[in-house]
């Protein structure tokens, strides 16, 4: 009688741990696969400004002087654009969206541009340049951390 009890008590335990490490395969899963949801949600957004101009004196016109660029206190959509019509990166500064369009799944989107050096990608200018960078954040109640993307856009010009 001994032994069979301690038998059952070993198989609870064995139960229990297979469920257990069951249980944790399907939680980091589940993580991952919103990851990766909310990498391809940030990476369309900074695709998206990708094919915008570098700034609103460069929508039409090319420019060889950074006091012609959008002042660092200006960066953002101009009076009466909405993401339909952003025409050049900078619009997309403080940009919002809440993305409810996946039934799993609800991304919280919130971008942020601002200038920087070339030779200090990482740190934010306080005066314009001829680079851009946007970082997208992405966040969500499935993900465990915040996602973030970011890439520097340059102003090239030829004569």
Do not use: H
Not at 79 to 93: K, L, R, V
């Amino acid at each position: 009688m001994m032994l069979t009890m301690g038998a059952m008590i070993m198989l609870s335990i064995l139960i229990l741990r297979v469920n257990n490490n069951q249980l944790r395969s399907q939680d980091t899963m589940q993580n991952s696969k919103y990851g990766l949801l909310a990498i391809s949600v940030a990476s369309s957004v900074i695709e998206d400004a990708n094919k915008k101009a570098f700034d609103e004196a460069t929508v039409n016109n090319s420019v060889t002087s950074t006091a012609s660029l959008t002042t660092v206190a200006n960066l953002g959509p101009e009076s009466g654009e909405t993401y339909d019509t952003f025409d050049d990166i900078d619009d997309y500064n403080n940009y919002t969206k809440t993305d409810s369009s996946m039934p799993s799944a609800v991304f919280n989107i919130k971008c942020t541009v601002c200038y920087v050096s070339a030779s200090t990608p990482d740190i934010t200018s306080a005066t314009p340049t001829w680079n851009k960078k946007i970082t997208v954040y992405v966040t969500s109640k499935s993900i465990r951390d915040t996602v973030k993307l970011s890439q520097v856009f340059s102003y090239w010009s030829y004569f």
